[in-house]
């Protein structure tokens, strides 16, 4: 018998439109290659390595795109709920305050959950996640740390304003992952696996859209 699995991602229209930004960063890149390549045998030297240089800033950024919108899901198949995220957590690259961070993409990895053993769901902000949690969070204020004190202040923004997926044991430990840009529709739909497993689990959202969805599970805490 074929286990129930569901699977959420970045949704489609931010999908497509960072697919399209990926051709054209690919396009550039290879053109970039070329006249750099073209230049230097043709002793214009200068004008190669420019090109050179371009191309491989071409490179790193469809790179970042692709692991913006391709790098992560959340999953639920059987039992066993997986969170295929970032190794930071939260942002597609890296959380040192490196004056090139901002240009390493963030490795990935992926951390697994029995749904019956899940007693809290947040879906929020990282606030609305620290207002809800209890003393089994100490990870994820861990975690956040380093966006927290960030010499970027581009950083803490950006950390501030996304949607997190996070979830607590009942051997006080816990998971999470950013899920800013998910089809909303799917990710309930895995809360709602979690739920039909585990229905004492407790499930408590901030985001409009998610309630909008959500209401239909009974112990939904608005």
Known sequence: MALNSVTATVNLKKRGSTTALIVIYTVLALFSICMGFFDIATDRRVFGILFLIAAVIFIILLLMKGNTVFGTSLKIKGNTVYLKKWD???????SD?????????????????????????LVGTKEFIKRNMTESGKRFLKALYPFEHSSKKSKQAMVSGLDMFYVETKDGDCAFMCIHDYSVKNVVSIMNEIYNINPEVSIKVNNREYKRYIQKLQNVTE
């Open 88 to 94: 930071n957590s939260f942002l597609p690259y890296s």
């Open 97 to 121: 305050s490196g004056l090139l961070s901002d240009l390493k993409p963030a490795k990935t990895t992926i951390v697994s959950v029995e749904a019956d053993d899940i007693e809290t769901m």
